[in-house]
């Protein structure tokens, strides 16, 4: 992608001509995943990486359409794909929702893309198979990294709590309010 605009002025209009990356002079076009092609498809594909055709703009396609239907998680493959709804999205952290991931039977897949089934995915590795895990959360700066690890923290200290939230010490209770200091 080429942009010219003369120096000094503001033009009405940006004219932004495609180059070939081949040299033939014929600007190359990427090919549509048919999954996508629909608004039903993208809410419905909870995992991009079993797509067709998969690229950068079908994955920002997906997120987009996913997000305008409230959808903020999308697996890729083994990875999670978050975008902050900037918005309060109610039942999608609640307690119920957590119970959803807990009380899940051992090896049984999480029911969809969300933080709490990666949690309970590594949980899961560190008590039945005995492997040391890692969740990387990463991000942009305000793009919500420091609650999702909350979520995460959150996920794990009932995980391994016997019973229910009430059950939990004050000390337990705190852990997830913490991260800012670990």
Known sequence: VEYKAERGCIPEREVV??????????????????????ERGAVSAQDLGTLTELHEPEVLH???VRMRHGVVYTFTGPMLLAVNPFRNLPDLYSY???????????????PEPHVYGTARDAYQGVWHDGRSQ???????????????????MR????????????SMSPCERRGPCSIPFL
């Open 17 to 38: 001509p495609l180059r070939s990356r081949f040299g033939n002079g014929v600007p190359s076009y990427l090919r549509r995943s048919l999954e996508l092609l629909d």
């Open 155 to 166: 996920f794990l200290a009932l995980a391994g709590a016997p019973g229910a939230e009430d």
């Open 62 to 64: 997906a997120l987009q």
């Open 134 to 152: 890692t969740v990387l959360v990463s991000g942009e700066s305000g793009a919500g990294k420091t609650e999702t690890t909350k979520f995460v």
């Open 96 to 110: 119920s929702q957590l119970r959803r991931f807990l009380d899940l039977p051992a090896g049984d897949p999480v």
